[in-house]
């Protein structure tokens, strides 16, 4: 690479994409990073998800269609096994594929590998929630067409997909035949080797039960073979073309064919709108599942496509007016924010009781299991824009409740012990120093759930689910912990979030958020003492939490004065930073856990994310100088770390570095930061990106009654707004460099806290109060090479830029 060009690249001038504030557009066609652009255009609605691959099939990066809770079992062998190990793991597979559309022209396949290929381009606009194509090519007999595609995964029929497909001839005549299929058990490309994060790959997984076609219909059903989940996939077709059209349905075990034939003249246009459903159970008869893709087709087509398209601009559009955060003086960062919002929507939004993987649908990484990062990260934006899916999230946490006691049993605790990672509700990770004994899970979901409804108000919910949350998990942490000969409750032998500690005691990120887990829990059996009775629940039981709450023991280093992230991390030796080399990273990759485990090197905020959920925990001095000192040590190897690091950046008042890592979270996957977007998005660093903006520049803290706010903006943006829905009222707040206004646009009034101070906003009559941005400060320094890339704002420009920085992360 040249100077040049090593500039451009960090100037972003290389990316793929480009810059529009509502759009991700690819223009052209890099063959060699398909697999990238497949996940950053990936289509889903929670329930089923698309990989953006091509029509035709091929070339691809990674063939993917994914349907939620759809898995197979694999076993997890150990070369030294253990009492407690979990026996088998789950991973997500790519079932049916229905949404190929091959095309021959005259006799050559429309294939971009060969031909010449005139111009390529693929958008996505986030008020459209369509994948939109437009291509023409050549053959390479020398006949042009021109091929549009759109593609749909609705938001408003769950079951749902849908593609428009029109090919045009530029010269001619030409003979067309398109073949519209679902085919089952495609063939993959094998993983990259010896990397433990890309999904274990799957051969053939579904065993053909039945299929049929006829018209401009085709059915396959499918069972997984030791999961036993039976899948049935459906397309139904409407052509339109020059009269003289044939049709001809086909179908065996695992492929069923819709081809027309037609001959096109040039200016002549054929068009295929395909219409695909998916239906699955692990309970349901064959009959009972393919009858209800039959009726979901029946409904799409009634439907028509011109309808599911206005379906989902009118979902999109509710939702916009409710969720959109706006950013005035970085356009890519306004992109990239509203990219990540779509897709954390896309992630949630019919996930209906079923989990929301840390990919979301979107490719196979981490073997589509989910972890904390959707209670931690996913569930905390989503319940201020639709909370209708944490609600969901959080039932299918509670689904997985007779699991979980299971585990807890097994493991000689009281309560619900939570899988670190699952699809169905097991425990997956056969590595348990970072997966169960990540009992922080527990108080995320707990968090989460007091979370939602401190938000709605939505005492139902916290009747039937809720409370049962969080009282299996209270049980766990006062079985998990003991009070020591002081009376001081401590939580030994547990793994916080910074995955390079491990096994150890007192971490103060778990022990603040047991604190809250244990007191909540009281509180909400107080609030229903019928249904905690019911539970099982009585006063001596809340006691004990309450005390053990009290008593919580939290470690402080005196002689450093800052919080050790756990006993004894502060005397441990300090990570060898100076010759690690920059190809090092993610050290996981390259040094063995004994050594990241027993010297000061964090993976991803810890400590720091402690301040941020429990702010009030910690005083502003003990911030500066806790957030100081971690940052010397945070080497970033998770993409779950930029987010919260903006968040203290921004409170201590280091903005430019809040900015950098807000940035960073935002662009994760648009500028593949992390070198692995191919696997699949990074949810929890795109929702992060949304509360790096809102909770670190807007100060948001929630944990509270009451909404508090200490907005502040960095250089780089001259504007920030954005809504949330607090108890069925519309709260909106824009902040410019001297004011902040909030306006409520849907209810009657709020009460909240500005800079500590409470204001009372009421319908009609917005309040305008001061920005008090904090004093500029030193910039902290972080471990040599993982400094984030600087973002500047361009005086008069309205894209903020990257002017220095490590090209990649290579993260997590
Ligand atoms: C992180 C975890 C996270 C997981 C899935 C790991 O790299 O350390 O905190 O839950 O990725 O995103």
Redesign the pocket.
């Known amino acids: 690479m040249t100077g040049q060009e090593r500039q451009e690249r960090k100037e972003g001038h290389e990316q793929p994409f480009a810059v529009d504030p509502w759009q991700v557009a690819e223009h052209g066609l890099d063959l060699t990073s398909l697999a990238r652009a497949e996940s950053v255009f990936a289509l889903s609605n929670g329930h089923i998800g698309l990989r953006a691959n091509l029509d035709e099939g091929e070339p691809h990066g990674l063939p993917g269609t994914y349907l939620n809770g759809v898995f197979e079992l694999r076993p997890l062998p150990y070369g030294e096994g253990g009492y407690g190990y979990p026996e088998s793991s789950q991973s997500v597979i790519n079932v049916t594929n229905g949404k190929i559309v091959r095309l021959l022209v005259d006799d050559e396949p429309f294939d971009l590998r060969y031909g010449e290929l005139l111009s390529h381009r693929r958008w996505l606009d986030f008020r459209e929630g369509l994948l939109r194509r437009s291509a023409e090519w050549t053959s390479p007999a020398g006949r042009t067409i021109k091929v549009d595609s759109t593609r749909l995964v609705s938001l408003t029929q769950r079951a749902v997909a849908a593609v428009e497909y029109a090919v045009e001839a530029v010269d001619g005549p030409v003979r067309i035949v398109l073949q519209s299929e679902l085919v089952a058990n495609e063939q993959l490309p094998g993983g990259p080797e010896g990397d433990p994060r890309a999904a274990a790959v799957l051969e053939a997984p579904l065993l053909a039960e039945a299929h049929h076609s006829g018209g401009t219909k085709g059915v396959l059903v499918h069972r997984t073979r030791y999961s036993g989940i039976r899948v049935a996939a459906g397309m139904d077709h409407v052509i339109e073309g020059p009269e003289r059209l044939d049709t001809v349905a086909e179908s065996e075990a695992d492929h069923s064919r819709i081809t027309v034939t037609t001959v096109l003249h040039p200016g002549q246009r054929l068009r295929l709108v395909k219409f695909i459903a998916y239906g699955w159970s692990a309970t349901r008869s064959l009959p009972a599942v393919r009858d209800q893709v039959e009726a979901a087709l029946t409904a799409a087509r009634y439907t028509g496509w011109d309808g599911l398209v206005a379906e989902q601009a009118d979902f999109l559009k509710e939702f916009w007016d409710v969720s959109d955060v706006e950013i005035e003086g970085d356009v890519e960062l306004q992109q990239a924010v509203r990219f990540a919002i779509f897709h954390v929507l896309q992630a949630g939004a019919r996930s209906e009781e079923r989990a929301i993987p840390?990919k979301g649908l979107t490719g196979p990484g981490?073997d589509g299991h989910s972890?904390?990062?959707t209670e931690a990260f996913v569930l905390p934006v989503l319940t201020y824009c639709l909370p209708t899916a944490v609600n969901q999230a959080l039932r299918w946490r509670h689904t997985t409740l007779p699991l979980a006691r299971d585990r807890a049993a097994q493991l000689g605790l009281a309560g619900a012990v939570f899988p670190w990672?699952t699809i169905r509700g097991e425990e997956c990770s056969g590595y348990w120093p970072?997966g169960t004994a990540a009992f922080h899970i527990g108080a995320d979901i707990a968090a989460a759930a007091a979370r939602y409804v401190r938000a709605t108000g939505d005492a139902e919910f916290e009747r039937e689910y809720g409370l049962e949350l969080l009282v299996e998990t209270a049980r766990m942490w006062r079985s998990l912990g003991h009070h020591d000969a002081a009376g001081r409750f401590r939580i030994e032998g547990v793994t916080g979030?910074d995955?390079y500690s491990a096994i150890a005691d007192n971490n103060v990120y778990t022990n603040l958020m047991a604190q809250t887990n244990l007191r909540a829990a009281a509180e909400a059996a107080a609030r229903h003492p019928r249904e905690a009775a019911r539970l099982g629940v009585d006063t001596e039981e809340t006691a004990a939490w309450r005390d053990a709450a009290a008593a919580m023991f939290i470690p402080y280093d005196e002689n450093l004065g800052v919080h050790p992230q756990a006993d004894g991390f502060t005397d441990h030796q300090v990570w060898d930073f100076e010759n690690t080399p920059p190809e090092n990273f993610p050290l996981l990759l390259h040094y063995p856990y004994f050594d990241l485990y027993r010297k000061q090197v964090v993976?991803?905020a810890d400590l720091v994310l402690a301040m941020q959920v429990r702010g009030d925990a910690f005083t502003d001095e003990q911030k500066a100088r806790n957030f100081a000192y971690y940052e010397r040590l945070t080497v970033r190897?998770?993409?779950?770390s930029a987010c919260t690091q903006a968040v203290i950046a921004a409170e201590v008042g280091q903005l430019d570095l809040a900015y950098d890592y807000t940035a960073e979270a935002a662009l994760m996957d648009l500028h593949d930061l992390g070198g692995n977007t191919r696997d699949g998005l990074?949810m929890?660093s795109l929702a992060g990106a949304c509360i790096a903006l809102v909770a670190g520049f807007g100060g948001l803290r929630d944990h509270g009654e009451v909404l508090w706010f200490r907005p502040r903006l960095p250089t780089g943006i001259m504007r920030l707004g954005f809504s949330m829905m607090v108890r069925g009222q519309l709260l909106a707040v824009r902040i410019d460099h001297d004011e902040t206004t909030y306006t409520l646009r849907r209810g009657e009034v709020i009460h909240l806290r500005h800079d500590g101070e409470t204001v009372q906003v009421k319908a009609g009559r917005p309040v305008s109060v001061p920005t008090t941005n904090p004093p500029a400060q030193e910039r902290c320094s972080q471990p040599p090479g993982r400094e984030p890339a600087r973002r500047q704002a361009q005086a008069g420009l309205s894209a903020g830029r990257i002017t220095s920085g490590p090209d990649h992360l290579a993260a997590?």
């Open positions: 840390a981490y972890f904390w990062d990672r970072a979030p995955e993976k991803q190897d998770s993409s779950l990074h929890a997590e």
